[in-house]
């Protein structure tokens, strides 16, 4: 069985979870804090995912955000977030999405991402290009932050750390640069990935949300940091991921740096 039909399949049949159960009613829970939510449709897409590749590769493996680790010894790791985007789809609003990542040797290797609700599929295998419904992909062309359109996330906790998200968001939007909060990591990414922004940063995530989108990026032909502007690990909190272009100039504007 090849990983990239397992990777397909896995991430189709858990978008197809989310599309059903989307307007029916479905238990929310909380986790860490009152607005920190889990609904009944994450633990049966999250289902869905891992019995999808335990049925192809028992020994892999698997570490998802509901479930915490399925360890095992072996050289290929599923990184999984059954819905990207929990209070959107709590919600009611259709932006959120399934996020598949496989590192293999402790090198992410294939990632997936995909909106049932606009029917995007966003695909990346490495050193193969990126795809949105199996046309390639490319990052923007946008040379300035001055004139690109930004997004970024903001976690429960951890506000009020010196420059940070508050602090950074506040300097670009007292520019007057357009930065969106769609509530979906993965989705950021892969919007920055196939144009539609010219970087997206946030200062914690976890493994989960950024494993495929990451990748997926990277691929379009962009570029993937940490905060500092170090080589990206996914089991570190902070990103920016851009076009390329604009890199430097908003990692600068993030540590504060660079004034606009
Ligand atoms: C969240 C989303 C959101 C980000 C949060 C994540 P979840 O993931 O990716 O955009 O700002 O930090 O926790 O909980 O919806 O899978
Ligand atoms: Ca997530
Ligand atoms: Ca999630
Ligand atoms: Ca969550």
Redesign the pocket.
Known sequence: MLIKQTLLKATKAAGAVLKENFDKAFIISNKSSINDLVTEV?HKSEKVIIDIIKADFPDHFILS?EVGEIAKESSYKWII????G?INYANGIPICCVSIGVEIEGKMQMGAVYNPFMNEFFFAQKGMGATLNDKPIQVSIKDKVSTSCLVTGFPYTYLDMPNGPLQVFERLIRKGIPVRRLGSAAIDLCWVACGRFDGFYEHKLQA?DSAAGYLIVEEAGGKVTDLSGAPYNPYQPGIIATNGKIHNELKGVINNEIKL
Not at 81 to 84: L, T
């Open positions: 994450d955000e977030d059954p819905i990207d929990t989960w």
